[in-house]
């Protein structure tokens, strides 16, 4: 939608969040978060190809603002 409309992205990221929820827990533990607000990424233009750079630029944006590895799919 963001590439559509020529809107940029503002990547957020949570420093410390993984650790608060952990695996079967069902409510988060106290602790700190920081957050980091990136640069606006302003998307190349409309299209499939442009979102999906749009997405990857994104991403790298908020892997580089992480304390914790990226874990992937």
Same mark, same amino acid.
């Given at each position: 939608?963001?590439?559509?409309? $020529?809107?940029?992205? %503002?990547? %957020?990221? +949570?420093?410390?969040? /993984? $650790? &608060? +929820?952990?695996?079967? =827990?069902?409510?988060?533990? /106290?602790?700190?978060? /920081?957050?980091?607000?990136?640069?606006?990424?302003?998307? =190349? $233009?409309?299209?499939?190809?442009? @979102? +999906?750079?749009? /997405?990857? =630029? =994104?991403?790298?944006? +908020? @892997?580089?603002?992480?304390?914790?590895?990226? &874990?992937?799919?």
């Amino acid at each position: 939608m963001a590439a559509e409309t $020529g809107t940029p992205v %503002v990547p %957020v990221a +949570l420093n410390g969040s /993984r $650790g &608060l +929820l952990r695996d079967a =827990a069902w409510l988060p533990e /106290r602790g700190a978060v /920081r957050i980091t607000i990136g640069e606006a990424i302003p998307p =190349a $233009g409309p299209g499939w190809d442009q @979102a +999906l750079a749009l /997405r990857d =630029a =994104a991403r790298n944006a +908020l @892997a580089a603002r992480l304390a914790e590895p990226a &874990l992937d799919a």
